[in-house]
């Protein structure tokens, strides 16, 4: 399903859109999403997006649609999506080629909108002063109305009103879509395929904060390193390397270089009965992801390898308020040999570098996670 959330700032596009992604199983996005990812790319279009932007002037909409017509040909997007801020003028609408079936408008007086988006929203944008919403209003009113009257005469579009609570509006758009919810459930869809996001990388990359990352999307996870750590304080043992090593070595020699996988399966059977993607904090050897593939055979396991620069890494190791020792050559050299993690983060399904802001990371983040909940 292809679906067009259209109305002016403050109309409540992004809320109805997160709920129906949840809801539809098809991703949500925005063009300023789109731009603001292709802008960070280090190539001539990145480029051009980027200097754009930084001017303040609008894409040409020849650019525009050839970018957004591009972006959405990727596979996790061919079950459908949901996009908001396209197509803003009618000459994009007509030549936008990926057949939308319905374009939801959602109308609120203007009054309405600048209440919401200046005395309601306590998390107002600095740009969000009335003049300058008013100025966005009025760019509404001239370039995208006429979109909505050749949608209206496609038979594509759905009018509702914006005013009344997010429930209700929401109700509305499924109905208008042939859908209802039941216990809080889509009738006709089912999730098929379960998924595994295993993620590796040295110590420092950001493990961690990906993990959190995960889990604000709703996504359950099981950390690997927890065994260790737990072993470590029942036994009142320090988080130093000699320590953490020993104990490592004492488990693999019992259960073989597949042992963090092995002591963990029970609790991956239990999450996969309960959800349809989770998150497995630190995995490392290659024999733990090949023993994952032998007792999960109709899972499918992705590895999300997270790189960094190593005095980043190590700086990051240093500030943690545990296992803040457990940096440096010594410990990167036996995570890469000694438990053999090079091979997951060569033969990893994605790789992101986390250098730069936590925004930056959870944005890449964002495209690994939509790519992977949302491909068949």
């Not at 036994?235 to 104990?247: A, G, M, R, S």
Request: aromatic fraction near 10%; proline fraction near 3%.
């Amino acid at each position: 399903m292809k679906l067009v959330l259209i109305g002016i700032q403050g109309s409540g596009k992004s809320t109805q859109g997160n709920l129906l992604s949840k809801q539809l199983s098809i991703p949500y996005l925005s063009t300023g999403h789109i731009f603001r990812q292709l802008a960070k790319e280090k190539t001539k279009l990145g480029h051009y997006i980027k200097v754009v932007m930084n001017t303040g002037l609008l894409i040409p909409d020849e650019k525009t649609i050839e970018i957004v017509n591009s972006y959405l040909s990727r596979s996790e997007y061919k079950r459908g999506y949901i996009l908001d801020g396209f197509p803003r003028t009618i000459n994009q609408a007509k030549k936008f080629v990926n057949n939308v079936d319905k374009v939801i408008y959602l109308e609120i007086p203007d009054k309405e909108a600048i209440y919401r988006l200046v005395y309601r929203n306590s998390e107002a944008r600095e740009d969000e002063t009335i003049p300058a919403i008013k100025k966005r209003i009025e760019s509404f009113k001239k370039f995208t109305l006429p979109v909505l009257e050749f949608y209206r005469k496609e038979k594509k579009l759905v009018e509702l009103d914006g005013t009344q609570t997010i429930d209700i509006v929401n109700q509305e758009i499924l109905k208008s879509l042939g859908k209802q919810l039941v216990k809080n459930k889509i009738e006709n869809w089912a999730v098929k395929n379960k998924r595994i996001i295993a993620i590796v990388g040295l110590p420092g990359v950001g493990k961690t904060d990906a993990t959190d990352f995960f889990k604000k999307q709703g996504v359950p996870s099981i950390s690997f390193g927890e065994v260790i750590n737990e072993y470590i304080e029942k036994n009142h043992l320090p988080h130093i390397e000699k320590t953490h090593k020993k104990v490592r070595l004492e488990l693999r020699q019992k259960q073989g270089m597949a042992a963090m996988a092995v002591l963990n399966e029970d609790k991956i059977k239990k999450a996969l009965k309960q959800n349809t993607v989770i998150v497995i904090d630190g995995l490392r050897s290659w024999q733990e992801y090949v023993y994952l593939k032998k007792v999960f055979p109709k899972v499918k396991i992705y590895l999300l390898a997270i790189y960094a620069d190593k005095h980043l890494r190590w700086v990051r190791s240093i500030k943690r308020s545990k296992r803040n020792k457990l940096y440096g050559e010594e410990r990167d050299l036996n995570e890469l040999i000694g438990i053999n993690m090079a091979p997951t983060i060569a033969y990893a399904d994605f790789l992101i570098k986390n250098n730069f802001s936590l925004e930056d990371f959870h944005d890449k983040l964002e495209e690994v996670y939509r790519t992977i909940y949302y491909t068949e």
